[in-house]
């Protein structure tokens, strides 16, 4: 056998010992390139797919959409100012529960006035009575005074104690009609402040505030002639 055919021969030998080992090696190391590929697509979807779930729980992503609620107005009985909110937005809230204090000065100036203006027909009333009275007892003291002098001093005297009682409800009245006057100038006097407060961070118009103003300056008035008529109704 000459040299070339043996280092043939050794080649070949040398071929067939690798060739298994190489052939194996191969399909497992992409086997293991694949399961690695596998493994980082499932945690990069579970990182991106695990948040998505979550906000998915609580939020609805669409564009033709409808949203089916109740609406509940709620509105007070009567008009003003609130003073205070006990309720944050989207909450919970059950019958009974109280959502807002109204500013409850308004309110209060207002019954004052209602009650001086009752008063001041109450006094009006007792004096229109007392009109009447005083008519009747002035006309029968002048039937009577041709008659007879001594009842025409009787009836001067009852007429007399009537005119009295005339003028104390006269002064009555006038105090009454004080007292209304001192309510409008007080719930005046309170509006005309607040829209001064108001006016300051611009949440008023100046039309307004001369308004207020106005009525402050008009009630004013009207309570310092109704002080006058009371002084000039004392009966001496």
């Known amino acids: 056998m000459t040299e070339k055919s043996r280092n043939s021969d050794i080649a070949a030998n040398e071929t067939e010992s690798m060739g298994p080992n190489s052939s ?10 694949v399961w690695w590929t596998a ?6 979807a579970l990182i991106i797919g695990i948040p998505y779930y979550i906000h998915s729980l609580s939020h609805e992503s ?8 109740d609406i509940i107005p709620i509105s007070p009985r009567v008009s003003g100012y609130v003073a205070h909110i006990y309720v944050q937005d989207n909450q919970w ?3 009974g529960d109280l959502l807002v204090d109204l500013d409850p000065h308004d309110f209060q100036a207002r019954l004052d006035g209602a009650e001086a203006a009752l008063e ?7 004096a229109r009575n007392i009109s009447v009275e005083l008519t ?10 041709a008659k007879d002098n001594v009842e025409s001093a009787r009836a001067a005297v009852q007429e007399a104690k009537a005119r009295l009682a005339l003028c104390e409800a006269a002064l009555a ?12 100038y007080r719930l005046d006097a309170t ?5 001064r407060e108001m006016a300051k961070t611009k949440t008023v118009s100046l039309q307004d505030l001369d308004r207020a103003v106005a009525a402050e300056q008009m009630s004013a008035a009207d309570l310092r002639a109704a002080e006058k008529k009371v002084d000039k109704s004392i009966c001496s």
Do not use: C, M, W
């Open 24 to 33: 194996s090696a191969g399909p497992f190391h992409r086997k293991k390139i």
């Open 39 to 44: 493994g980082g697509l499932v945690i990069l």
């Open 62 to 69: 669409t564009d033709d959409a409808f949203i089916d609620g």
């Open 93 to 95: 809230v059950k019958a």
């Open 120 to 126: 001041a027909a109450k006094a009006a009333n007792r």
């Open 136 to 145: 009747r007892i002035t006309a029968t003291a002048e039937l009577n005074e």
């Open 173 to 184: 009245q006038a105090k009454a009609e004080a007292e209304s006057a001192r309510g409008r």
């Open 191 to 195: 509006n005309l402040k607040r829209y």
